[in-house]
């Protein structure tokens, strides 16, 4: 399963890349708004970091707009995936861009029917958002789970992005399920490393050779 970065902070995307981990960054115009700096800058400076899909989003409403700003977007560098929300007019403009050779993530996704458009559109990537179903006491793996299923029965190209995801269960059910992808803020990839049992080892390890030896390595 790959992993992507769902943040736009320059910082995070430096460290977690340069451990080797990270596959691509999803943003979105929440994430943005939190950075200082012109956000077409920041999206250039992210797609020479990571130098894998990076998800950039529109904020038109209509589907001519959603489509003049993507490929607007998608000139800033050749990684950038053009983010539309789920919609008639996303949908639309998902149509529209792909014909244009232009990689598009339809994000906003919140049922299997939603995905099953997005995929019939041609969409690159489908972001059902499990966290905010959970939010409201709704499975949200259960819904990626239907989408892994619908993709698989049909043989849909469209690589599913687990999104709004909040904890690092959350990044093993996704790979449980065989979702592509998990995109995760710098919290829950964080948080996959630790274990206190690895500390502890660690700690004993270097303990108990420096109890023979004398000294630590
Ligand atoms: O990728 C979408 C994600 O950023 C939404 O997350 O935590 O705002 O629901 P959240």
């Known amino acids: 399963m790959k992993l992507f970065l769902?943040?736009?902070?320059?910082?995070?995307?430096?460290?977690y890349c340069a451990i080797g981990i990270i596959d691509g960054v999803t943003t979105n115009p929440s994430l943005m708004a939190r950075e200082e700096g012109?956000?077409?800058?920041?999206?250039?400076?992210?797609?020479?970091i990571v130098r894998g899909p990076v998800?950039?989003?529109?904020?038109?409403?209509?589907?001519e707009g959603m489509i003049r700003e993507g490929r607007d977007l998608a000139a800033i560098d050749p990684?950038?995936?053009?983010?539309?929300p789920f919609g008639k007019a996303g949908v639309q403009a998902c149509?529209?861009?792909?014909?244009?050779?232009?990689?598009?993530?339809?994000?906003l996704v919140f049922t299997p029917a939603q995905a099953l458009l997005a995929a019939k559109a041609g969409a690159s990537f489908v972001s059902p958002f499990v966290g905010r179903l959970d939010d409201v006491a709704?499975?949200?793996?259960?819904?990626?789970?239907?989408?892994?299923?619908?993709?698989?029965n049909y043989g849909y190209q469209t690589e599913i992005?687990?999104?709004?995801?909040?904890?690092?269960?959350?990044?093993?059910?996704?790979?449980?399920?065989?979702?592509?992808?998990?995109?995760?803020?710098?919290?829950?990839?964080?948080?996959?490393?630790?274990h206190p049992l690895t500390d502890v080892g660690?700690?004993?390890?270097?303990?108990d050779w420096a109890a023979a030896k004398g000294a630590r390595p």
């Open 6 to 15: 769902d943040t736009g902070n320059i910082r995070d995307i430096e460290a």
């Open 38 to 48: 012109d956000p077409r800058a920041i999206t250039k400076r992210i797609c020479e």
């Open 55 to 63: 998800s950039a989003e529109v904020l038109a409403t209509d589907a």
């Open 79 to 84: 990684h950038v995936v053009i983010k539309v």
């Open 95 to 107: 149509k529209a861009l792909r014909e244009d050779g232009i990689g598009v993530n339809v994000t």
């Open 138 to 152: 709704t499975d949200g793996m259960e819904l990626v789970a239907q989408i892994v299923e619908i993709y698989e």
């Open 161 to 194: 992005i687990v999104a709004s995801v909040r904890h690092p269960m959350h990044v093993v059910q996704a790979a449980r399920l065989g979702a592509h992808i998990c995109t995760c803020p710098a919290a829950v990839i964080e948080a996959l490393f630790k």
């Open 202 to 207: 660690i700690e004993r390890f270097l303990r």
